[in-house]
């Protein structure tokens, strides 16, 4: 094992205690989510007891962190993760003239999804419900768009944001020339 190895261990049990108290979780409640027993998360925290694989990744799911920013080293936060615009994940083939550029982590998939649209003049991304209570905000950066959620329809110009309910169907059509706008998607 090596030092860096060593350091990890050691300052593993703090960090899970504090995603842990980030959370405002008490340890029966991280134990009911992750299905660790109470007592070993509690071992794990103070230090005398090194969890498993299996422990480790099931009460980084419970407690909503990143598997392996936990086992980075504390310089790991101190890093900048630079994605060039040719490595953004892009979707071409969703909507009619559309393309969506996906600008949120992978792992954030689900909860909280930050996209770049550029749609073309006469173009639009029509979408089925999402999960119940989400939402979008929608952003236009350039052009104009009219927003269709459920039966409510609104047209935005370039700086104008709207925000809608995400859990109806939902329209953006660019018809009047091309649009480029930022969208966030928040599922409860």
Same mark, same amino acid.
Do not use: C, H, K, Y
């Given at each position: 094992m090596t030092e860096t190895d060593n350091a990890i261990l050691t300052q593993l049990p703090a960090r899970l205690k504090a995603a842990r108290r980030a959370k405002d979780l008490s340890l029966d409640a991280v134990a009911k989510l992750? !299905? /660790? +027993? *109470? +007592?070993?998360? +509690?071992? &794990? #925290? *103070? !230090? #005398?007891?090194?969890? $498993?694989? %299996? $422990?480790?990744?099931? @009460? $980084?799911? %419970?407690?909503? /962190? =990143?598997?392996? !920013? @936990?086992? =980075? =080293?504390?310089? !790991?936060? %101190?890093? &900048? #993760? $630079?994605l060039r615009a040719a490595e953004v994940p892009t979707i071409d083939n969703l909507g009619s003239g559309c *393309? &969506? *550029?996906i600008l949120s982590p992978p792992e954030d998939a689900g909860r909280h999804e930050v996209y770049e649209l550029t749609i073309a003049k006469g173009g639009m991304l029509d979408s089925q419900p999402h999960a119940r209570g989400a939402r979008e905000h929608l952003t236009v950066i350039d052009g104009a768009v009219t927003v269709t959620s459920g039966e409510v329809s609104s047209t935005l110009n370039a700086g104008d944001t709207a925000r809608y309910a995400a859990d109806v169907t939902h329209r953006i059509a660019a018809e009047t020339g091309d649009v480029r706008a930022f969208l966030v998607v928040q599922n409860a």
């Open positions: 992750s !299905g /660790v +027993s *109470r +007592s070993m998360v +509690s071992q &794990i #925290e *103070r !230090g #005398e007891s090194s969890p $498993t694989i %299996a $422990t480790l990744w099931n @009460l $980084t799911r %419970a407690l909503q /962190v =990143d598997f392996a !920013g @936990l086992l =980075d =080293d504390a310089q !790991g936060s %101190a890093q &900048i #993760e $630079t *393309r &969506i *550029r």
